[in-house]
């Protein structure tokens, strides 16, 4: 009883801390800002790595549905709401990019899945290549010079809240059913079709999730920012958010928060150096999957995240185990 309480405690000892920083100026802004970022990148890391860590797919594009979940949001609450209500408003901008974004991640899933192999990671590469120059060139948000005019409405409460929203909801979908059909696909998409697995509708389902929290990072990051151009969302972006995923582990939630958390803070550790910290994030990519291919954490898990069933079926089989070769 007391471990279940472990999780209840920690979130909302984290609640009323990201309350409490900003209200009472606990830490200056500079820190405050990092911490939103690191929430912004925690999700960014696990929509991804359903993708790449759960199913076993290869996804590069990710930054073109954090573009779209951030243009769309922007537009929302610059040119559609007044000052006044945006702040009451802006969950219902930040959903919103992310239902945009999400759309976006069916366009492109519909076609892309019907190939197998690597061709997924060609896709989405296209895409964000696509988006990126399509928003350069609309006028209307501003094109290649970029679009402002937000109000910073990404404060730390909500990023957090944000935060666990994506665990949770990614947490669920793990463990349910259509979860399964995903872990099944990435050990053998062949196998899992045989075993009446409908596994169109289940990678459809999966990159859409992922598309949608992308999104609202997008949403947060914009709102953070309270500027955003095309430039900020080109294959640097998608290839940070690749070293996030595979720095903390593939097909693990907690690796994803380590890898989000270690990256975010290696960033700002290494802004001295300037544009040679944009040389050394990428070999950090490459040592990787050298050494560590699967991360970190790779194909590990905290305990607070498995269901108890889980953990006693788990339990058995190792107990079941232990006794035939004892």
Not at 248 to 268: M, P
Request: positive net charge.
């Amino acid at each position: 009883m007391k471990a279940r309480l472990w999780p209840i405690i920690l979130i909302a000892a984290g609640f009323i801390l990201s309350f409490a920083i900003p209200y009472f100026g606990l830490l200056d802004l500079y820190v405050q800002m990092i911490l939103i970022y690191i929430c912004i990148n925690i999700i960014l890391a696990l929509s991804l790595n359903l993708i790449n860590g759960y199913m076993g797919e290869f996804s590069v594009g990710h930054a073109g549905f954090m573009s779209a979940g951030a243009y769309i949001s922007a537009i929302i609450t610059v040119k559609c709401l007044s000052s006044a209500s945006a702040a009451w408003l802006f969950p219902f901008a930040v959903i919103a990019g992310g239902v945009g974004a999400a759309l976006l991640g069916l366009i492109v899933a519909i076609p892309s899945f019907r190939t197998r192999g690597d061709y997924l990671a060609i896709v989405t590469l296209a895409f964000n290549m696509i988006i990126k120059s399509v928003l350069e060139n609309i006028d209307a948000v501003g094109g290649a010079r970029g679009f402002l005019g937000m109000d910073k409405l990404t404060t730390l409460p909500v990023a957090f809240f944000w935060t666990l929203i994506t665990i949770w909801v990614i947490r669920n979908f793990i463990y349910s059913n259509y979860g399964r059909g995903v872990l099944s696909i990435r050990e053998d998409e062949i196998a899992s079709d045989l075993m009446s697995v409908n596994t169109k509708q289940v990678k459809l389902l999966a990159f859409v999730i992922s598309s949608f929290f992308a999104g609202v990072a997008g949403g947060l990051f914009a709102h953070l920012l309270q500027f955003i151009n095309p430039r900020m969302f080109d294959i640097i972006k998608s290839t940070d958010i690749l070293i996030m995923v595979y720095l903390g582990g593939i097909g693990s939630i907690a690796g994803s928060i380590l890898g989000a958390t270690v990256y975010t803070l290696l960033l700002e550790i290494l802004r001295p150096l300037e544009i040679w910290r944009m040389v050394i994030m990428p070999l950090i990519l490459i040592f990787l999957m050298l050494f560590r291919p699967r991360g970190i954490m790779g194909l590990k898990e905290l305990t607070w995240f498995v269901p108890v069933l889980d953990r006693i079926n788990s339990n058995r089989g190792v107990k079941g185990i232990r006794k035939w070769f004892s």
